[in-house]
């Protein structure tokens, strides 16, 4: 017989039941040795410094579970017969039995995870819901019937929707497995919320739950859900009624269609129209043929193309049927233009009477200008429906007006001749060369001196080199570089036309060589030059040329000239003036008994060699140059020719030399080299 519980062992002296040492959130409080373990007896121990916790939390095979601590706070060692917090509160609940002991209590359950009890367990409710149809006429909704599923293990749902064959739908899945989402608030769907008879809205669709599974009912009134009577599963009425049999259509009584094809066939009548499609866009006027198959009134339509119209050739504008010419009244907003019409929409199809020449008609949706008929239409409409006048109607566009051309002014970029090139067609070209005239005169430059006039007093002393090239007309001005003048030298002007003073964008005046005289004044672009001085080549071109030259610009160059020319007589050393004449006399007349000889080409190459334009050359240089030319004289002649001419060791005046060979001493020479440049061109 025992008086109370039997001793066990206990938590140690000074340590009060159910307290387990090291589970504090501070440093362990040790009593003093003899001490109750009451407030006041105690001190922490000041040489603590961990007071990190065991862990408790754990998984093993993807399960959380818990442990008992290894070890106490901050590492101290736990003893291992302490009480578990189960054991100590079965102490602290359980009484005092005298005779009999403890009763005995039963186990408790175990712990069953939700994702283990409800494995495979899922709840099938059958909905269905209304989709509306905006694009038929036959209807206006389709009921669509699915399978909602909830899964017990994790509260998630799908929606699944029976595949119906040549349904023209996408069925299946129409939702996959997850948690669906109840209101704004974040909360979700629970089995909870479902029953029979009641509207479910998942993301804007709302379902209608109609019945369930055997099981899905059980589970539902097993926890306490009153589930309410099953409804009918609505069908869709459009199914239903393509399910019907369709009626056999009753075709009246009227024409033999036989009797016609044998009394026409073979028979067509061919109007000549014209499609007026100017109100579309780049629309035009397209030639047209309508034909008519008297044995089953279909009509046919065939455009005419020509040639290079602009087209693609399609044999067929519209083909072979029958057009309706006036329909039933039915429901305009329904868009029936876009279905094939029946024969019972159509109240009036088209037939010959409709068909005349000057009349419009309009086959789907196009219309049709008729002006003329071919001769069997002709006398089909005579016997059949007593018409005479068959007087074609005149469809000729009449010739626009031609609208004068009107160039826009000149806008100042370019020349005018090559502005004017965009106004003369889309893709403009450069203006066209005259090409003999560049070969003619290719090479040839008329250099002047020009002085600027300007207010300015820096300006006074600057000079500039005017060029003319005879093969384009055009000028360039160069300005020599002058050291310590504080103005850069170069290009003045790049090679481009000049019009004179007063000329207009729409006629133009240039600059020609006869307006280039001692002392004149030339407007290049708002500047104002003055002709100071010129080539010595520009005297020999205007006189070699006298003919195309006013006979003023001739003379103002050759009296520029005049002095010079008695200097070099008087100061020549050497030789007379007289005898060098002499001897040019005699080698020309050496020349004549010889081959025809080009002076031209050999006067161009001396001056194309003579850059500086100072008329002496390099006796070196002097000596390749006739050597290449082989001039057709005595070696003695030439000789004593290089040496009248010879002004110094190094140096020989070129012009003087060429005087024994005018350009005009072989005028045969020159025609052939002409020949020979038209060829090459």
Same mark, same amino acid.
């Given at each position: 017989?025992?008086?109370?519980?039997?001793?066990?062992?206990?938590?140690?002296?000074?340590?009060?039941?159910?307290?387990?040492?090291?589970?504090?959130?501070?440093?362990?409080?040790?009593?003093?040795?003899?001490?109750?373990?009451?407030?006041?007896?105690?001190?922490?121990?000041?040489?603590?410094?961990?007071?990190?916790?065991?862990?408790?939390?754990?998984?093993?095979?993807?399960?959380?579970?818990?442990?008992?601590?290894?070890?106490?706070?901050?590492?101290?060692?736990?003893?291992?017969?302490?009480?578990?917090?189960?054991?100590?509160?079965?102490?602290?609940?359980?009484?005092?039995?005298?005779?009999?002991?403890?009763?005995?209590?039963?186990?408790?359950?175990?712990?069953?995870?939700?994702?283990?009890?409800?494995?495979?367990?899922?709840?099938?409710?059958?909905?269905?819901?209304?989709?509306?149809?905006?694009?038929?006429?036959?209807?206006?909704?389709?009921?669509?019937?699915?399978?909602?599923?909830?899964?017990?293990?994790?509260?998630?749902?799908?929606?699944?929707?029976? $595949?119906?064959?040549?349904?023209?739908?996408?069925?299946?899945? @129409? *939702? !996959? /497995?997850? +948690?669906? #989402? &109840?209101?704004?608030?974040?909360?979700?769907?629970?089995?909870?919320?479902?029953?029979?008879?009641?509207?479910?809205?998942?993301?804007?669709?709302?379902?209608?739950?109609?019945?369930?599974?055997?099981?899905?009912?059980?589970?539902?009134?097993?926890?306490?859900?009153?589930?309410?009577?099953?409804?009918?599963?609505?069908?869709?009425?459009?199914?239903?009624?393509?399910?019907?049999?369709?009626?056999?259509?009753?075709?009246?009584?009227?024409?033999?269609?036989?009797?016609?094809?044998?009394?026409?066939?073979?028979?067509?009548?061919?109007?000549?129209?014209?499609?007026?499609?100017?109100?579309?866009?780049?629309?035009?006027?397209?030639?047209?043929?309508?034909?008519?198959?008297?044995?089953?009134?279909?009509?046919?339509?065939?455009?005419?193309? $020509?040639?290079?119209?602009?087209?693609?050739?399609?044999?067929? @504008? *519209? !083909? /072979?049927? +029958?057009? #309706? &010419?006036?329909?039933?009244?039915?429901?305009?907003?329904?868009?029936?233009?876009?279905?094939?019409?029946?024969?019972?929409?159509?109240?009036?199809?088209?037939?010959?009477?409709?068909?005349?020449?000057?009349?419009?008609?309009?086959?789907?949706?196009?219309?049709?200008?008729?002006?003329?008929?071919?001769?069997?239409?002709?006398?089909?409409?005579?016997?059949?429906?007593?018409?005479?006048?068959?007087?074609?109607?005149?469809?000729?566009?009449?010739?626009?007006?031609?609208?004068?051309?009107?160039?826009?002014?000149?806008?100042?970029?370019?020349?005018?001749?090559?502005?004017?090139?965009?106004?003369?067609?889309?893709?403009?070209?450069?203006?066209?060369?005259?090409?003999?005239?560049?070969?003619?005169?290719?090479?040839?430059?008329?250099?002047?001196?020009?002085?600027?006039?300007?207010?300015?007093?820096?300006?006074?002393? !600057? /000079?500039?080199?005017?060029?003319?090239?005879?093969?384009?007309?055009?000028?360039?001005?160069?300005?020599?570089?002058?050291?310590?003048?504080?103005?850069?030298?170069?290009?003045?002007?790049?090679?481009?036309?000049?019009?004179?003073?007063?000329?207009?964008?729409?006629?133009?005046?240039?600059?020609?060589?006869?307006?280039?005289?001692?002392?004149?004044?030339?407007?290049?672009?708002?500047?104002?030059?003055?002709?100071?001085?010129?080539?010595?080549?520009?005297?020999?071109?205007?006189?070699?040329?006298?003919?195309?030259?006013?006979?003023?610009?001739?003379?103002?160059?050759?009296?520029?000239?005049?002095?010079?020319?008695?200097?070099?007589?008087?100061?020549?050393?050497?030789?007379?003036?007289?005898?060098?004449?002499?001897?040019?006399?005699?080698?020309?007349?050496?020349?004549?008994?010889?081959?025809?000889?080009?002076?031209?080409?050999?006067?161009?190459?001396?001056?194309?060699?003579?850059?500086?334009?100072?008329?002496?050359?390099?006796?070196?240089?002097?000596?390749?140059?006739?050597?290449?030319?082989?001039?057709?004289?005595?070696?003695?002649?030439?000789?004593?020719?290089?040496?009248?001419?010879?002004?110094?060791?190094?140096?020989?005046?070129?012009?003087?030399?060429?005087?024994?060979?005018?350009?005009?001493?072989?005028?045969?020479?020159?025609?052939?080299?002409?020949?020979?440049?038209?060829?090459?061109?």
């Amino acid at each position: 017989m025992s008086s109370g519980p039997e001793p066990g062992p206990g938590p140690g002296p000074g340590i009060q039941p159910g307290i387990r040492p090291g589970t504090g959130t501070g440093p362990p409080i040790v009593p003093e040795t003899g001490l109750p373990f009451l407030p006041g007896c105690a001190i922490k121990d000041p040489t603590k410094t961990s007071f990190h916790r065991c862990q408790t939390m754990d998984f093993k095979n993807g399960y959380a579970f818990f442990q008992l601590p290894r070890e106490g706070v901050g590492g101290d060692t736990l003893f291992a017969n302490q009480l578990s917090q189960d054991e100590l509160d079965d102490l602290c609940t359980k009484g005092a039995t005298l005779t009999y002991g403890q009763v005995k209590r039963p186990a408790p359950s175990r712990f069953i995870p939700a994702f283990v009890a409800y494995d495979k367990k899922v709840l099938k409710f059958d909905a269905y819901f209304m989709e509306e149809v905006a694009i038929s006429a036959e209807e206006h909704y389709r009921i669509r019937q699915v399978c909602i599923y909830y899964y017990l293990e994790d509260d998630s749902m799908c929606i699944i929707e029976p $595949k119906v064959k040549n349904s023209g739908l996408i069925q299946g899945k @129409l *939702m !996959r /497995r997850h +948690r669906v #989402p &109840k209101n704004v608030h974040g909360d979700y769907y629970h089995w909870k919320d479902l029953n029979l008879g009641i509207d479910l809205t998942i993301y804007g669709r709302t379902y209608r739950l109609v019945n369930c599974d055997s099981f899905t009912k059980v589970f539902l009134e097993s926890q306490g859900i009153v589930v309410n009577p099953p409804e009918e599963l609505v069908s869709d009425p459009y199914t239903e009624q393509r399910q019907t049999p369709v009626q056999k259509r009753i075709t009246p009584t009227g024409p033999d269609p036989f009797r016609q094809f044998l009394a026409y066939d073979t028979k067509v009548l061919r109007f000549y129209a014209i499609w007026d499609d100017t109100n579309c866009a780049f629309g035009d006027h397209h030639p047209c043929i309508i034909h008519y198959f008297l044995a089953d009134d279909t009509v046919e339509v065939r455009e005419v193309h $020509k040639r290079n119209d602009g087209r693609d050739p399609f044999p067929v @504008l *519209m !083909r /072979r049927q +029958r057009l #309706p &010419k006036v329909f039933v009244d039915k429901n305009k907003n329904f868009p029936s233009c876009v279905l094939e019409i029946t024969d019972h929409e159509v109240q009036e199809w088209y037939s010959p009477k409709d068909f005349a020449i000057g009349k419009t008609v309009t086959l789907l949706g196009r219309t049709f200008f008729i002006y003329d008929c071919d001769k069997f239409t002709q006398d089909f409409y005579r016997d059949k429906y007593g018409i005479t006048d068959f007087q074609p109607v005149d469809v000729n566009k009449k010739p626009l007006e031609k609208v004068p051309q009107v160039i826009p002014p000149y806008n100042g970029f370019g020349i005018p001749e090559d502005s004017l090139q965009n106004c003369l067609s889309l893709f403009p070209k450069p203006p066209r060369k005259d090409i003999i005239k560049m070969l003619e005169n290719n090479l040839k430059v008329l250099r002047y001196q020009v002085a600027l006039e300007s207010p300015v007093p820096e300006d006074k002393n !600057r /000079r500039f080199i005017l060029s003319y090239f005879l093969a384009d007309d055009t000028i360039s001005i160069y300005e020599p570089p002058v050291r310590n003048s504080g103005i850069t030298g170069g290009k003045y002007l790049r090679r481009t036309k000049v019009t004179k003073p007063g000329s207009t964008p729409e006629n133009p005046i240039y600059y020609e060589p006869s307006d280039f005289t001692i002392g004149s004044t030339i407007e290049v672009f708002g500047h104002r030059f003055i002709i100071i001085d010129a080539d010595e080549y520009v005297l020999n071109y205007l006189e070699r040329n006298a003919e195309s030259f006013p006979a003023a610009t001739v003379q103002s160059i050759r009296d520029h000239f005049l002095p010079r020319k008695v200097v070099v007589e008087t100061t020549s050393s050497g030789f007379p003036k007289k005898e060098l004449d002499d001897l040019i006399v005699e080698v020309q007349k050496e020349l004549k008994l010889q081959e025809p000889f080009n002076t031209r080409q050999f006067h161009e190459a001396f001056h194309h060699c003579d850059t500086e334009g100072s008329g002496f050359l390099d006796k070196t240089r002097f000596l390749t140059l006739c050597d290449r030319f082989n001039v057709p004289t005595s070696t003695i002649l030439l000789k004593k020719l290089i040496d009248y001419c010879s002004c110094d060791e190094d140096k020989v005046n070129y012009r003087d030399f060429l005087r024994a060979f005018p350009s005009d001493l072989f005028p045969e020479a020159e025609g052939q080299g002409q020949q020979l440049n038209s060829q090459l061109t």
